[in-house]
């Protein structure tokens, strides 16, 4: 069984920095896509960004110059470090992971339990 487990969302002030993470647990061969997409109050979820196993990245208009992402694949992590928020950001963020090839199972698409980013003053 795999599972995504997200950690470092909160609230912040506008201007202000917070990181998310993300740890893929269980026996896993390699994951494609992992990445990180958020939802808000009222409106239906979106990309932010995300990374190929070869490091290729895609971020959202909205995010590009101000969020990074990153990815350890031998720890199968991935990280959104998110600077100069702004209250436009609030949103619960989820973590994905795409074409997950475990020993003896493969997951076409896996989330994360979100985790909650506040940024207001």
């Known amino acids: 069984q795999v599972q995504l487990v997200e950690t470092g969302g909160g609230s912040v002030h506008p201007g202000g920095s917070l990181r998310l993470s993300c740890v893929a647990s269980g026996d896993i061969f390699s994951i494609y896509v992992m990445g990180w997409y958020r939802q808000a109050p009222g409106k239906e979820r979106e990309l932010v960004a995300n990374?190929?196993?070869?490091?290729?990245?895609i971020y959202a208009d909205s995010v590009k110059g101000r969020f990074t992402i990153s990815r350890d694949n031998a720890k199968n992590t991935v990280d959104l470090q998110m600077d100069s928020l702004k209250p436009e950001d609030t949103a619960v963020y989820y973590c994905?992971?795409?074409?997950?090839?475990?020993?003896?199972?493969?997951?076409?698409?896996?989330w994360g339990q979100g985790t909650l980013v506040t940024v207001s003053s």
């Open positions: 994905n992971a795409r074409h997950v090839i475990t020993r003896p199972t493969r997951y076409p698409e896996l």
């Open positions: 990374m190929t196993y070869g490091g290729g990245t």
